[in-house]
């Protein structure tokens, strides 16, 4: 592997494996104190959290819980559940989770989180099962919103520091303007950024940025 090969797998903003402690939680940040009520084994027995994509939903699920099927199966050595993006479960996989959720209620030491694009209310008219739509509901219920550009700024500080970076406070006012704001895109443009300054031997500026996105734009 050439030297400049070696340069460009240098993430700059590497993902990091997802945690309370790595989540910019700008407006939501009751959401994340019921996350951190969960971790330590109390809080509420159901949470259903939603939102638009990229908003960090998978993210705190994940912080939380890790490496479990689409729709669990009950389990008593189990303390915690999750369940992403339940607009996307099938009649089955629906079915699934009535009936985790009926154990989960009738296990008091455990605890479920749910996640979906929007509100139990909305999922109901949309078509989904009520007896699934209702239990949700009766949980709490927390909308995810998504970063304002004050908080996208703290996110882009705190992943330049993990990686022994800085960002000049210009570029970090720009790239909070002007770039989106959608998590999974956000990881996806950095990663990309980066790996562009890195081959062109030159520190991530404004004007680089600008540069960089002209050629993707022709590109695409």
Same mark, same amino acid.
């Given at each position: 592997?050439?030297?400049?090969?070696?340069?460009?797998?240098?993430?700059?903003?590497?993902?990091?494996?997802?945690?309370?402690?790595?989540?910019?939680?700008?407006?939501?940040?009751?959401?994340?104190? @019921?996350?951190?009520?969960?971790?330590?084994?109390?809080?509420?027995?159901? @949470?259903?959290?939603?939102?638009?994509?990229?908003?960090?939903?998978?993210?705190?699920?994940?912080?939380?819980?890790?490496?479990?099927?689409?729709?669990?199966?009950?389990?008593?050595?189990? +303390?915690?559940?999750?369940? $992403?993006?339940?607009?996307?479960?099938?009649?089955?996989?629906?079915?699934?989770?009535?009936?985790?959720?009926?154990?989960?209620?009738?296990?008091? #030491?455990?605890?479920?989180?749910?996640?979906?694009?929007?509100?139990?209310?909305?999922?109901?008219?949309?078509?989904?099962?009520?007896?699934?739509?209702?239990?949700?509901?009766?949980?709490?219920?927390?909308?995810?919103?998504?970063?304002?550009?004050? $908080?996208?700024?703290?996110?882009?500080?705190?992943?330049?520091? #993990? #990686?022994?970076?800085?960002?000049? $406070?210009?570029?970090?006012?720009?790239?909070?303007?002007?770039?989106?704001? $959608?998590?999974?895109? /956000?990881? @996806?443009?950095?990663?990309?950024?980066?790996?562009?300054?890195?081959? +062109?031997?030159?520190?991530?500026?404004?004007?680089?940025?600008?540069?960089? /996105?002209?050629?993707?734009?022709?590109? #695409?």
């Amino acid at each position: 592997m050439t030297s400049e090969n070696l340069q460009l797998v240098l993430s700059f903003f590497q993902t990091e494996a997802p945690t309370l402690d790595n989540f910019i939680a700008g407006r939501n940040i009751d959401a994340v104190n @019921v996350f951190r009520e969960l971790a330590t084994g109390i809080g509420p027995q159901i @949470v259903y959290v939603f939102g638009g994509p990229g908003v960090g939903k998978t993210h705190l699920l994940k912080s939380l819980v890790k490496n479990q099927e689409k729709v669990p199966v009950f389990d008593e050595k189990i +303390k915690i559940y999750a369940v $992403d993006d339940v607009q996307k479960l099938n009649d089955e996989e629906l079915a699934g989770l009535f009936e985790l959720i009926n154990q989960v209620r009738a296990h008091s #030491n455990t605890h479920l989180i749910v996640s979906g694009d929007r509100s139990p209310m909305s999922l109901k008219t949309s078509g989904m099962r009520e007896d699934v739509t209702s239990r949700l509901g009766w949980g709490t219920v927390l909308e995810i919103e998504p970063l304002s550009d004050d $908080d996208r700024g703290l996110l882009f500080i705190h992943r330049a520091r #993990n #990686n022994g970076l800085t960002l000049s $406070d210009d570029v970090i006012n720009w790239m909070s303007t002007y770039l989106p704001r $959608d998590l999974r895109t /956000l990881s @996806v443009l950095f990663e990309e950024l980066d790996n562009y300054s890195l081959s +062109k031997g030159r520190a991530i500026t404004i004007p680089l940025i600008k540069e960089w /996105l002209n050629k993707t734009q022709q590109t #695409n």
